[in-house]
């Protein structure tokens, strides 16, 4: 994707783009993180801006690991940026609607002044090297870590950042602009009223170009909530919404994100966890709220990690059940996002099962 924009591959696309000025961002070092407030976690994103930094719109969206394009397409782009272009042929009558596409203040201005990052060999202006890069995701982990640190809340948010409609069970067309593809049945979505072919013009008030500004209106909206949607449905307008009820950032999996590596060596000093089979689930007697969670190994690094405690306490093959008897946690997401939310110096009680017999052990959170 990144080649054939830059090197505007497509003619249809490379007209498109003679309309704006296309400036192309490669290093994290000094980027205004005021500004530059998107899933940093991505491998490629799009802003359209006015020259006074009013943000039009987002484009790029990833929901998982394996598949990096699922979300995006040259398509959905072209139809971005012609959105894009109305919206500023409108300018400045229309600058209001675009209040809510700029984020709150930062914690700290630039991804160099994070606490967290500050001293790590890459933490410097770019040298032309992979290694020599301040890379976007190192924004997302560096906040985290630092909040971590400071003692400071880590929110759902921070831990859930940017989750899919689709968690909610609605599914867009990465090929439109932000087009209904699918409604689950009996999920938020059908219940707001969303059809498939409806596309949405508005969400949460704003203006909507892309997935990811569904993306956006979902990552900022408080909780419980219900955002309200204008769409076009049938060549004519109407109106349906989304309630998102408290808690509901949890049901989005960011075991596909960098930041979970950090996670799991940080917090208990494991390789991933493999999750058990439906079948080893009944031979081992695992009930369906119990996390299912088998340990596979250790860093091969393990010597030098900041959790050392996690090697002489987990054995290889353990089964994981619970932590702090909480019920109901989901896989790595559900443990890792619990244990990343516990402050610093707190013990964290596990249940496990070693060669088929419960045991509990206890940890102290790094």
């Known amino acids: 994707m990144d080649r054939q924009v830059a090197g505007r591959e497509d003619a249809e696309l490379a007209q498109l783009m003679e309309k704006f000025v296309t400036v192309r961002i490669v290093q994290g070092w000094g980027m205004d993180l005021s ?26 969206s990833r929901s998982e690991r394996k598949n990096t394009t699922n979300a995006i397409s040259m398509e959905g782009l072209k139809k971005a940026l012609e959105a894009a272009l109305k919206f500023h042929a409108g300018y400045p009558g229309n600058k209001a609607d675009f209040a809510g596409k700029k984020g709150p203040a930062p914690t700290w201005p630039t991804p160099e002044e994070i606490p967290d990052l500050k001293g790590r060999p890459n933490i410097k202006q770019a040298d032309g090297t992979r290694g020599g890069c301040i890379h976007c995701h190192q924004a997302h982990d560096g906040e985290l870590m630092s909040l971590r640190a400071m003692n400071k809340p880590v929110t759902d948010k921070l831990v859930w950042p940017y989750p899919m409609p689709s968690r909610l069970g609605l599914t867009l067309d990465p090929k439109e602009r932000a087009t209904v593809k699918s409604v689950d049945p009996d ?12 596309s949405i013009t508005k ?12 993306q956006w209106v979902m990552h900022n909206a408080s909780e419980p909530a219900k955002v ?6 049938d060549g004519k307008p109407a109106k349906a919404s989304l309630a998102l009820e408290a808690g509901w950032r949890k049901k989005d999996d960011f075991t ?9 060596h940080r917090m208990i000093g494991l390789q991933p ?9 009944q031979k081992l007697g695992v009930k369906a709220d119990q996390l299912g969670l088998r340990v596979k190994g250790f860093p091969p690094d393990f010597v030098k990690d900041k959790n050392k405690e996690a090697a002489q306490k987990f054995q290889k093959d353990d089964v994981l059940l619970d932590v702090d008897g909480k019920k109901g946690l989901v896989g790595e997401n559900g443990l890792l996002g619990y ?13 496990l099962l070693r060669g ?6 206890q940890l102290t959170v790094p």
């Open 256 to 264: 596909w994100r960098v930041i979970v590596w950090s996670m799991r």
């Open 35 to 60: 500004i530059f407030q998107f899933d940093h976690e991505l491998t490629w994103a799009v802003f359209f801006m006015n020259a006074d930094k009013t943000i039009y719109g987002r484009y790029g």
């Open 273 to 281: 966890l493999e999750v058990l089979s439906d079948d080893d689930r």
């Open 203 to 214: 969400f949460g008030g704003q203006p909507i170009l892309s997935i990811a500004d569904v």
């Open 339 to 351: 244990l990343v939310q516990k402050k610093p110096g707190e013990n964290a009680e596990f249940t």
């Open 187 to 198: 999920s938020p979505a059908e219940k707001g009223g969303f059809k498939v072919g409806d």
């Open 356 to 361: 088929g017999k419960p045991q509990k052990i």
């Open 228 to 233: 309200e949607a204008e769409v076009e449905r």
